[in-house]
Protein backbone atom coordinates (compact mmCIF):
# COMPACT_ATOMS: atom_id res chain seq x y z
CA UNK A 1 0.00 0.00 0.00
CA UNK A 2 0.63 3.38 -0.90
CA UNK A 3 0.25 6.69 0.75
CA UNK A 4 -0.46 9.49 -1.86
CA UNK A 5 -0.96 13.14 -2.55
CA UNK A 6 -4.26 13.41 -4.88
CA UNK A 7 -3.70 16.80 -6.30
CA UNK A 8 -6.36 16.29 -8.98
CA UNK A 9 -8.84 14.22 -6.69
CA UNK A 10 -12.30 14.16 -8.20
CA UNK A 11 -15.79 12.48 -8.86
CA UNK A 12 -14.46 9.54 -10.48
CA UNK A 13 -12.18 8.55 -8.04
CA UNK A 14 -14.70 9.21 -5.25
CA UNK A 15 -16.70 6.87 -7.02
CA UNK A 16 -13.56 3.85 -7.37
CA UNK A 17 -13.59 4.25 -3.34
CA UNK A 18 -17.27 4.34 -3.04
CA UNK A 19 -17.42 1.25 -5.54
CA UNK A 20 -21.76 1.63 -5.31
CA UNK A 21 -21.68 1.80 -1.36
CA UNK A 22 -24.90 3.94 -0.78
CA UNK A 23 -24.61 6.15 1.94
CA UNK A 24 -21.11 5.50 2.68
CA UNK A 25 -20.75 8.29 5.59
CA UNK A 26 -24.48 7.44 6.94
CA UNK A 27 -25.26 11.37 6.57
CA UNK A 28 -27.42 11.82 3.42
CA UNK A 29 -30.71 12.02 6.01
CA UNK A 30 -29.73 14.99 7.93
CA UNK A 31 -29.62 17.12 5.01
CA UNK A 32 -25.95 18.95 6.06
CA UNK A 33 -24.42 21.05 3.73
CA UNK A 34 -20.20 20.41 3.88
CA UNK A 35 -17.51 22.60 2.63
CA UNK A 36 -15.40 21.48 -0.79
CA UNK A 37 -11.96 19.90 0.74
CA UNK A 38 -9.29 21.61 -1.00
CA UNK A 39 -6.34 18.99 -0.33
CA UNK A 40 -6.84 15.36 -0.61
CA UNK A 41 -4.28 12.36 0.13
CA UNK A 42 -5.23 8.75 -0.19
CA UNK A 43 -3.96 5.14 -0.08
CA UNK A 44 -3.12 3.15 -3.04
CA UNK A 45 -2.79 -0.32 -3.29
CA UNK A 46 -1.73 -2.10 -6.89
CA UNK A 47 -2.63 0.84 -8.11
CA UNK A 48 -6.02 1.19 -7.32
CA UNK A 49 -7.37 3.73 -4.83
CA UNK A 50 -8.88 2.56 -1.79
CA UNK A 51 -8.90 5.06 0.69
CA UNK A 52 -9.37 9.38 0.72
CA UNK A 53 -8.96 12.02 3.07
CA UNK A 54 -9.87 15.29 2.59
CA UNK A 55 -8.36 19.12 4.55
CA UNK A 56 -9.50 22.72 4.08
CA UNK A 57 -8.03 25.78 6.05
CA UNK A 58 -10.81 26.89 8.46
CA UNK A 59 -11.38 29.64 11.02
CA UNK A 60 -12.72 28.48 13.91
CA UNK A 61 -14.25 31.65 16.64
CA UNK A 62 -13.50 31.18 20.11
CA UNK A 63 -14.26 33.03 23.06
CA UNK A 64 -12.30 35.72 21.74
CA UNK A 65 -9.95 35.27 19.38
CA UNK A 66 -10.08 33.19 15.94
CA UNK A 67 -7.78 30.49 15.17
CA UNK A 68 -6.66 29.00 12.08
CA UNK A 69 -7.57 25.21 12.10
CA UNK A 70 -7.38 22.31 9.16
CA UNK A 71 -10.43 20.81 9.29
CA UNK A 72 -10.28 17.06 8.08
CA UNK A 73 -13.55 15.37 6.45
CA UNK A 74 -14.24 12.81 3.79
CA UNK A 75 -12.11 10.01 5.25
CA UNK A 76 -13.13 6.69 3.76
CA UNK A 77 -12.26 3.44 3.06
CA UNK A 78 -13.36 1.42 0.64
CA UNK A 79 -15.58 -0.97 2.14
CA UNK A 80 -14.04 -4.10 1.62
CA UNK A 81 -10.66 -3.09 2.78
CA UNK A 82 -12.14 -1.55 6.50
CA UNK A 83 -10.62 -3.31 9.54
CA UNK A 84 -7.39 -4.15 7.73
CA UNK A 85 -5.64 -0.95 8.93
CA UNK A 86 -6.15 1.14 5.79
CA UNK A 87 -8.22 3.88 8.05
CA UNK A 88 -5.20 4.25 10.07
CA UNK A 89 -2.59 4.40 7.67
CA UNK A 90 -4.54 7.10 5.76
CA UNK A 91 -5.44 9.59 8.49
CA UNK A 92 -1.93 9.44 10.25
CA UNK A 93 -0.43 10.42 6.92
CA UNK A 94 -3.39 12.85 6.33
CA UNK A 95 -2.12 14.27 10.16
CA UNK A 96 1.82 14.21 8.89
CA UNK A 97 0.97 16.13 5.89
CA UNK A 98 -1.06 18.50 7.18
CA UNK A 99 1.24 19.43 9.64
CA UNK A 100 4.26 19.30 6.99
CA UNK A 101 1.78 22.28 5.30
CA UNK A 102 2.03 24.59 8.19
CA UNK A 103 -1.32 23.63 9.86
CA UNK A 104 -1.16 23.78 13.65
CA UNK A 105 -4.65 22.08 14.51
CA UNK A 106 -6.55 19.60 13.34
CA UNK A 107 -10.43 19.59 13.99
CA UNK A 108 -12.67 16.46 12.78
CA UNK A 109 -16.79 15.98 13.25
CA UNK A 110 -17.33 11.96 13.83
CA UNK A 111 -20.15 9.93 14.88
CA UNK A 112 -20.12 7.94 18.13
CA UNK A 113 -18.54 5.18 17.21
CA UNK A 114 -15.83 6.45 14.79
CA UNK A 115 -14.36 8.40 18.18
CA UNK A 116 -12.58 6.02 19.33
CA UNK A 117 -10.79 5.33 16.42
CA UNK A 118 -9.57 8.92 16.28
CA UNK A 119 -8.66 8.86 19.38
CA UNK A 120 -5.86 5.91 19.02
CA UNK A 121 -4.56 8.48 16.62
CA UNK A 122 -4.34 11.46 18.77
CA UNK A 123 -7.94 13.01 18.38
CA UNK A 124 -9.16 14.75 21.87
CA UNK A 125 -12.84 15.33 21.41
CA UNK A 126 -14.00 18.68 21.96
CA UNK A 127 -15.89 18.91 25.39
CA UNK A 128 -17.74 22.56 24.83
CA UNK A 129 -20.01 23.74 22.77
CA UNK A 130 -18.93 23.72 18.97
CA UNK A 131 -21.59 25.56 15.80
CA UNK A 132 -21.14 25.81 12.56
CA UNK A 133 -22.59 27.62 9.72
CA UNK A 134 -25.25 26.62 7.37
CA UNK A 135 -27.12 28.45 4.67
CA UNK A 136 -29.85 28.90 7.08
CA UNK A 137 -27.91 29.71 10.13
CA UNK A 138 -25.93 28.45 13.15
CA UNK A 139 -25.92 24.77 14.06
CA UNK A 140 -24.79 21.97 16.52
CA UNK A 141 -23.93 19.55 14.71
CA UNK A 142 -25.51 15.91 15.89
CA UNK A 143 -21.38 14.96 15.85
CA UNK A 144 -18.29 14.94 17.88
CA UNK A 145 -16.07 17.35 17.45
CA UNK A 146 -12.02 16.50 18.13
CA UNK A 147 -9.37 18.26 17.74
CA UNK A 148 -5.03 16.92 17.21
CA UNK A 149 -2.10 18.75 17.60
CA UNK A 150 -0.12 19.03 14.08
CA UNK A 151 3.01 20.54 15.92
CA UNK A 152 4.01 20.11 19.51
CA UNK A 153 2.63 22.40 21.54
CA UNK A 154 -0.37 23.64 19.35
CA UNK A 155 -3.58 23.79 21.87
CA UNK A 156 -7.04 24.99 21.86
CA UNK A 157 -8.60 27.24 23.45
CA UNK A 158 -10.87 27.78 26.54
CA UNK A 159 -14.59 28.16 25.77
CA UNK A 160 -17.24 27.18 22.90
CA UNK A 161 -16.11 27.37 19.12
CA UNK A 162 -17.78 28.31 16.47
CA UNK A 163 -16.62 27.13 12.54
CA UNK A 164 -16.88 30.42 10.56
CA UNK A 165 -18.40 28.96 7.87
CA UNK A 166 -19.81 25.33 6.11
CA UNK A 167 -18.31 22.26 8.51
CA UNK A 168 -15.64 19.96 6.61
Known amino acids: ?21 VDPFQTDHMAIEWCAKT ?58 RMGELGGSLGMLFCRTERVPFYGRLGWVTIEQAVTVDQPDGSITLPFHACWAPLIEGAGLPDGDLHVVGLPF
Open 39 to 96: VHVGIRDHGRLIAQAGWVPARVQADGPVIDVLGLGGVIVHQARRGQGVGEQLVSGAMR
Open 1 to 21: MEFVDLPDFGPDDYAQIVDGE
